[in-house]
Every structure is written in structure tokens, then in C-alpha cells.
């Protein structure tokens, strides 16, 4: 999908945010969400949308709204750092299919990294089951 394309109000992430499709939650607000990552590249791999958008992208948000997502990402992203103990936090997000965008509703990943262990590749491996996501999701919501 280019950068330019019209959102689509069935994409996944808009799913999720409507509750017609799962997600393992980890913090919610009138405004954000942020739940675990299905297909993580390491453990504690979560992503945060904004819920009142639709903003494919970067480009398509509001300053406020940014303002309101990057807050929720520095929040969880510290709750990550308490809760699993990772060496290093990378903070990621893609705008369009080129730059490695697969889900089309604007959103930022929150990765933990740890010494010795190379991250999954992005879009790629299995789905991890929200039972085995759970466990993780409940030491990152007790650092909260
Ligand atoms: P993007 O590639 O658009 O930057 O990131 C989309 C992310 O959504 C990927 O890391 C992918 O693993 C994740 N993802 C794809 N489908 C689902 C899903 O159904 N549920 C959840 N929780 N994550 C998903």
C-alpha cells in the first residue's frame, strides 16, 4: 500500500479497537491502545494505536493525536523496561508496504531487546497464542 491510500475501516488494528476482533491488552484510555504483538521479534514486542483516528500513517495524524500516542508509547515502553528487564527498548513505526508497514491503521511498536538475543524478523514467524502472551502481558500491566 502506498502512503497515499484511503484507510480501510476493516483493517485489523481497527478490529481490535472496535472489540470485533481479540487482543491481549495491556493499557487503555479513551484515546490509546496498547496490546501484545501476535507475531513478536523478541518478548514483551507491543504495539500502541490511537483509537479515535483514522490515520494510516505518520502523515495522516494529527500533532495533538501524536502527542497523545507518543505519550502512551514513553508510558508502556517504561512499564516493558520494568516488567521484562530488556538491555536496550527499540521504538519502531513504518509508513507504507516499502518501508515495511503490513497493518494499516497508524501505530507504534515498542520492542524490548536483550544482550545475546537477535530480534525476530519483522512480518515473519508464527503466531504466538494469547495464552502464551498473557503471562508476559501481566508483568508488563504490574510495572504500569
Ligand atoms: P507493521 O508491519 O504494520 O509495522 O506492524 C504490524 C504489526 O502487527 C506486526 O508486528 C504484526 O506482527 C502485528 N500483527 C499482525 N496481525 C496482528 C493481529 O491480528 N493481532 C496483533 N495483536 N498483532 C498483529
Redesign the pocket.
Given at each position: 500500500m502506498s502512503l497515499n491510500e484511503p484507510y480501510d475501516r476493516d483493517n485489523?488494528f481497527a478490529k481490535?479497537i472496535r472489540g470485533e476482533?481479540a487482543?491481549v491488552k495491556l493499557y487503555e484510555t479513551d484515546d490509546v491502545l496498547a496490546?501484545?504483538?501476535?507475531?513478536p521479534q523478541s518478548k514483551g514486542h507491543c504495539?500502541v494505536v490511537h483509537k479515535n483516528t483514522e490515520a494510516t500513517n505518520l502523515f495522516d495524524m494529527t500533532t495533538a493525536g501524536l502527542a497523545e500516542i507518543i505519550g502512551a508509547v514513553q508510558k508502556v515502553a517504561a512499564a516493558v523496561k520494568g516488567g521484562m528487564k530488556p538491555d536496550g527498548v527499540r521504538i519502531a513505526q513504518?509508513n507504507g508496504a516499502p518501508a515495511?508497514?503490513?497493518?494499516y491503521h497508524l501505530?507504534f511498536?515498542i520492542i524490548p531487546v536483550y544482550d545475546g538475543e537477535p530480534l525476530g524478523q519483522?512480518?515473519a514467524g508464527g503466531p504466538t497464542a494469547a495464552e502464551a502472551l498473557e503471562p508476559i502481558a501481566a508483568a508488563i500491566r504490574a510495572a504500569l
Open positions: 485489523i481490535i476482533m487482543c496490546f501484545m504483538d501476535v507475531f504495539l513504518f515495511g508497514q503490513t497493518v501505530h511498536h519483522h512480518g
